[in-house]
């Protein structure tokens, strides 16, 4: 089992340029997530993806958005890239249901916006 | 809106010997997961033990020991016999029992000297 995997690892934009992150969940996950980890801070949740609809968004403005694909894979974008976008993005997949679901992390997309 | 606070941005250990992270939170749910997080510097985000909010006993993994006081809404994570292994950013993370986001403290940065 691969895991949770994401591609790029690193990646160098320019201010006002867009981007695309990519996903792959671990096998078996229907459920991804995804966050912005800033240097030296915690995690922030961007948004979820389930059946190929954003079930729920944290609070970030809509330059950021997402898909999800019918193989659970998922895709984030960020448009018109400001220089506080730069940060490391984290992709966690896990299984719906009404248990407790782990959730595995992948090992992030370091972004880097000049 | 869930908060989690760790008031200790750096700890330091002697290898072999015992370590405590402090994490509080808030939140108005009764219901609710806590997690302490491994960051290496790999970035791969590990997790290392985990609480149900309607257990009382205290969440151990192996040398992982937590002492979750749901009153005073406080999760600290105990490391024995420390490795140098162990030398990470430590994350605490609440979330809520509908399976969706995590809410993360800033991190504490653990060192383990030899």
């Known amino acids: 089992d691969a895991g949770v995997t994401q591609s790029p690892t690193h990646l160098i934009k320019t201010r006002g340029q867009q981007v695309t992150l990519r996903c792959s969940p671990k096998?078996?996950?229907?459920?991804v997530s995804w966050y912005q980890q800033a240097l030296g801070q915690g995690p922030q949740f961007i948004f979820q993806y389930y059946e190929e609809e954003e079930r729920q968004r944290g609070n970030f403005p809509d330059r950021f958005s997402g898909h999800q694909f019918p193989n659970y894979s998922s895709e984030l974008n960020v448009n018109a890239l400001l220089l506080g976008d730069s940060a490391l993005y984290l992709c966690?997949?896990?299984?719906?249901?009404?248990?407790?679901?782990?959730?595995?992390f992948g090992p992030g997309t370091r972004l880097t916006v000049l | 809106a869930q908060t989690v606070t760790q008031s200790q941005p750096e700890m330091s250990v002697q290898e072999a010997e015992t370590v405590t992270l402090s994490c509080t939170y808030d939140t108005s749910e009764s219901d609710y997961y806590l997690f302490w997080y491994k960051q290496p510097p790999s970035r791969q985000m590990i997790l290392v033990i985990r609480?149900?909010?309607?257990?009382?006993q205290n969440a151990t993994e192996n040398r992982f020991s937590v002492n979750f006081q749901k009153a005073a809404k406080s999760f600290s994570l105990k490391i024995s016999d420390s490795q140098l292994g162990d030398a990470a950013m430590y994350f605490c993370a609440y979330r809520n029992t509908n399976a969706g986001k995590s809410t993360f403290g800033d991190g504490t940065t653990l060192t383990v000297k030899p």
């Open positions: 609480q149900e909010a309607y257990k009382q």
């Open positions: 096998s078996g996950h229907d459920t």
């Open positions: 966690a997949s896990s299984r719906d249901s009404r248990y407790y679901n782990e959730q595995f």
